[in-house]
């Protein structure tokens, strides 16, 4: 008896059938309120900090965060408030939210939607290209950080 034999056009299908059910059996379980999502922090992109702490816009200022504009918190489900600003030259926003899961809950899929743009895309929030490569949940904030973690680590060292 011979041994059986895919051609490329039957290997790649295979291929393709097994990456499709891996895919359908990886889903994620929606959200739920008072859970807080297992996969909000994704090394060297994104981080969580002092999850027993609530901050206000207020103490992100007085670390040294320069606020220049305030935004509709519409597109941000359950945020109290989202500014932008800078620290050290570098673009940070700042989103508040009542407690530390809702920031975890509700901040982590927009901020990870708004890191994974492409060059040239357009951030939602404001109409110039996306320069935010990481987020950190912080307490009750979710800090957006122009080119690295390492932006926000530095501002989070210095809050109260």
Known sequence: MTPLRFGRRAGGLAALMIAVAMACGSEEAPATPGKVPANVAEP?????????????????????????KDFEVDSLPNARAA??????????????????EDAALYGAGPAGEAIARRPGQTDYLIPAVNRYHAYAIVGNLVLLCEVELAVCEQLIARLP
């Not at 002092?50 to 670390?63: L, N, P, S």
């Not at 932008?84 to 570098?90: K, P």
């Not at 940070?92 to 530390?100: G, P």
Request: no cysteine.
């Open 44 to 68: 060297g992109r994104s981080a969580v900090f002092a999850v027993d702490r609530t901050f206000t816009i207020a103490d992100v200022q007085g670390a040294g965060w320069k606020k220049n």
């Open 83 to 100: 500014a932008f600003g800078f620290f050290n030259q570098r673009d940070v926003e700042v989103w508040l939210y009542d407690s530390h």
